[in-house]
């Protein structure tokens, strides 16, 4: 897994538009696309974890509820991050 999250946004950490992200997913073979999901995966469930230590409640279940939280609010996510290229 060499960076696969780096494939699927700009050096400037906004996500790339479709037609480049596929671009650049696709030139790299099939896994990658299952590798930049995986990658971001982990980086969801660590960072969740380390908002339950800083919260004192690192269980599975607090964790999970964060996870869920992001999903449900993951529009709001989008809005604070660098960007969508379109």
Same mark, same amino acid.
């Given at each position: 897994m /060499? %960076?696969?999250y780096n494939h699927v946004v700009t050096k400037k950490g906004k996500l790339r538009a479709p037609d480049d992200l596929l671009g650049m997913l696709? /030139?790299?073979g099939r896994g990658d696309v299952y590798e930049?999901?995986?990658e971001m995966y982990g980086m969801i469930?660590?960072?969740a974890h380390e908002? %339950?230590?800083e919260n004192g409640s690192d269980s599975p279940e607090f964790v999970a509820k964060v996870v869920e939280e992001a999903r449900l609010n993951y529009r709001e996510g989008l809005e604070?991050?660098?960007g969508v290229k379109r």
């Open positions: /060499a %960076g696969s696709e /030139a790299r930049a999901v995986e469930w660590f960072l908002i %339950g230590i604070k991050s660098p």
